[in-house]
């Protein structure tokens, strides 16, 4: 038996993965002995593209309009796998996050002013977060919705408590969960008849028949591509594996691409397995079924017990995961920014506030996920134009800075979310 306390055990897991990155940097390792240990930043930040808001939006988008809004889905997550390479580039080639960043090259009141919209973004991930995962507590176990959102406190916070412990533990933990979630909703393909050339006609051909739907695409677009991912993935590689020549540097952007390749490809196919599931399931004589709950109550009798418990299992794993990563997200960027450093207690206390408000109102739960998502899609170009800006800098970036190529794909995506939200905008002002 192994006597060594745990804490120290875990702590020795952090210490054995920056030696085996080490021996991978130098050439002694080969094959997925390479890539094993450098894998976690973009395994951690992919939760964020797997969470509560996706599976609220790709329920609406399936149920409501079939294979037709796949578009959006592939659309948000090459967009979401541009910016956080750039986002992994910025922290390994600075050593630090983009919110600090920021916080060293941008005056004042512009440092505020972005403090304050992130922070807003943070607030709305964690109501879709957390609200996913204490639904999930709520209908497995039959309790009162509040009652499911003290349970998912509990557990988020006992996971946050793994940072303590070095970075791997954490790693680990959100890293077998995003397994459980990857599983449990491609499994569910297995329940539907998944007609494959409308689903690609839907991938690769846009439309947008109505204003509802323009509504649920800015929301796809808001759950993938997430303020609080694209922070928090520079202050992960940032801080993980400090280089220690450019060839290194070099190395660990290499790896870092083919990381965020993976793990971003695995949370798109998730995001495409949600609308395939939810269209194939509900598009066709259940289109009012767009609300967790009522979905997880059709799915029993339309499929059986296993069908359904897949969904809670994958809705749990997703908004525990996804609710650590967002309050992880929400210190760095307050303590980047501002330099201040909360208490944990009470900085998971204050991104929660929003979503008892919320209950307590008695507003639909759904829905509230699908327009805290829109929030989200208006906040997001803030931390892209601030990627875009460092990461095309020589000063900032040395050879790392964009090439031409990458820094014209980077303004295009940017481009088309910031006129999706304004085609939003003109549809949904109050008068128009």
């Known amino acids: 038996m192994n006597d060594t306390p745990v804490s120290e055990r875990e702590r020795s897991w952090s210490a054995r993965t920056t030696l085996q990155v080490r021996e991978a940097l130098a050439g002694r390792r080969r094959g997925a002995h390479v890539l094993l240990p450098l894998a976690g930043p973009a395994v951690v930040v992919s939760v964020a593209y797997m969470d509560p808001g996706n599976l609220a939006t790709n329920l609406q988008a399936g149920a409501g309009y079939g294979y037709g809004l796949l578009w959006a889905v ?12 750039i986002s992994a580039r910025l922290g390994l080639a600075t050593g630090v996050s983009l919110a600090k960043q920021c916080a060293r090259s941008l005056p004042r009141l512009v440092v505020l002013a972005m403090w304050i919209v992130s922070e807003v973004a943070a607030m709305a991930t964690d109501l879709a977060e957390f609200l996913g995962g204490a639904i999930g507590f709520s209908l497995l176990a039959h309790l009162p919705l509040l009652i499911g959102m003290t349970i998912t406190a509990v557990f988020t916070y006992a996971l946050l408590a793994l940072q303590r412990r070095g970075f791997r533990p954490i790693e680990l933990a959100i890293g077998a969960l995003v397994g459980l979630i990857a599983v449990a909703y491609i499994a569910q393909l297995g329940f539907v008849a998944v007609p494959w050339r409308p689903v690609l006609r839907g991938m690769l051909v846009p439309a947008v028949p109505d204003r509802e739907a323009l509504i649920v695409c800015a929301g796809i677009v808001g759950a993938t591509i997430m303020p609080h991912a694209l922070f928090l993935h520079s202050g992960l590689t940032g801080e993980r594996i400090k280089p220690s020549t450019e060839q290194e540097r070099a190395k660990l952007v290499r790896y870092s691409n083919v990381e965020v390749i993976v793990a971003l490809t695995v949370a798109g196919l998730v995001n495409m397995a949600m609308v395939i599931m939810a269209s194939g399931a509900f598009h066709d004589g259940h289109r009012q079924v767009t609300e967790i709950g009522s979905a997880y109550r059709t799915l029993t009798p339309l499929f059986g017990s296993m069908a359904a418990g897949l969904f809670l299992t994958s809705l749990m794993a997703s908004g525990l995961s996804s609710s650590v990563v967002g309050t ?5 960027i307050m303590q980047d920014f501002l330099g201040v450093s909360l208490p944990l207690w009470l900085l998971r206390l204050v991104t929660m506030a929003p979503s008892f408000i919320v209950v307590a109102l008695g507003v639909g739960v759904t829905r509230a996920l699908v327009l805290s998502q829109v929030v989200l899609s208006f906040a997001v170009p803030v931390p892209m134009l601030a990627l875009i800006g460092f990461a095309s800098r020589r000063s900032v970036m040395g050879e790392h800075r964009l090439g031409r190529a ?8 940017f481009v088309v979310v910031v006129a999706m939200n304004a085609m939003l905008l003109a549809q949904t002002w109050p008068f128009a």
């Open 74 to 85: 592939l659309f948000a997550n090459v967009a979401a796998m541009l910016f956080q390479a």
């Open 328 to 332: 992880m997200a929400g210190q760095m």
């Open 406 to 413: 990458m820094l014209v794909l980077a303004v295009t995506t």
